[in-house]
């Protein structure tokens, strides 16, 4: 089974500083996509950004974008310019090629900008 | 689109009583999944659907049944609610075809806080 882990259940940034989300993942598949997903305080969850395993080039998405290292299974989030919008629990997701309707979610990271 | 959405928002049950907890999609996505979240412990798994009539469990299925007779619904029902349920549910769908700019995303609807007392 695939598990996923952030060590960082809470972190603060600065308004307009960067910021690193880390994430660690363990597989044996070579065919999987990974998520960051984004839960203010209304609860919806929203898409960040999303990799591709096969893909050797990193995903961004405006301000956001991931450093993919897939021999080290690790996979972290850099929000370049934080915004206060930006306040949220983030969660870094694993999914088995093929299987759109399984994800395996870490366990969040509450990401506080302060003003 | 109205996308994924959820009924009731929140919901408060007695120990022993049984609800059925909505959800519908308009995208015609044939894949379904209903997860619950708890404090500290992301979202886990609970049922899935990938098409109308075949369902199967996830990591956390007990005390949970599910059915799928349409495309557009899937809805979790509890049979006899337990405190340990209590929790937020999501319920988030996704199509098969691989390709294009949204595929292996999942949709997720706004979820349903349910406490069970």
């Known amino acids: 089974a695939q598990t996923v882990t952030q060590s960082q259940p809470e972190m603060s940034v600065q308004e307009a500083e960067t910021v690193t989300l880390s994430c660690t993942y363990d597989?044996?598949?070579?065919?999987?996509?990974l998520f960051w997903y984004k839960q203010p305080p209304s609860r919806q969850m929203i898409l960040v950004i999303r990799?591709?395993?096969?893909?050797?080039q990193n995903a961004t998405e405006n301000r956001f974008s991931v450093n993919f290292q897939k021999a080290a299974k690790s996979f972290s989030l850099k929000i370049s310019d934080s915004q206060l919008g930006d306040t949220a629990m983030y969660f870094c997701?694993?999914?088995?090629?093929?299987?759109?309707?399984?994800?395996?979610f870490g366990k969040g990271t509450l990401l506080t900008v302060n003003p | 689109n109205a996308g994924v959405t959820q009924t009731p928002k929140f919901q408060v049950l007695k120990t022993g009583q049984s609800m059925t907890l909505q959800c519908a999609q308009d995208m015609n996505h044939e894949y379904m999944s209903w997860y619950r979240q708890d404090p500290g412990m992301g979202l886990r798994l609970i049922h899935y659907s990938v098409g109308a009539g075949i369902t199967d469990q996830g990591e956390v299925p007990n005390g949970y049944n599910v059915s799928r007779s349409t495309t557009e619904d899937f809805p979790l029902r509890l049979l006899s609610a337990a405190p340990s349920q209590t929790s937020v549910y999501f319920c988030a769908s996704s199509t098969r075809l691989a390709g294009g700019p949204n595929s292996y995303e999942q949709y997720f609807g706004p979820g349903t806080r349910l406490t069970v007392t």
């Open positions: 597989t044996s598949e070579n065919n999987y996509y």
């Open positions: 997701a694993f999914m088995s090629g093929g299987s759109n309707y399984k994800l395996t």
């Open positions: 990799q591709e395993a096969y893909k050797q």
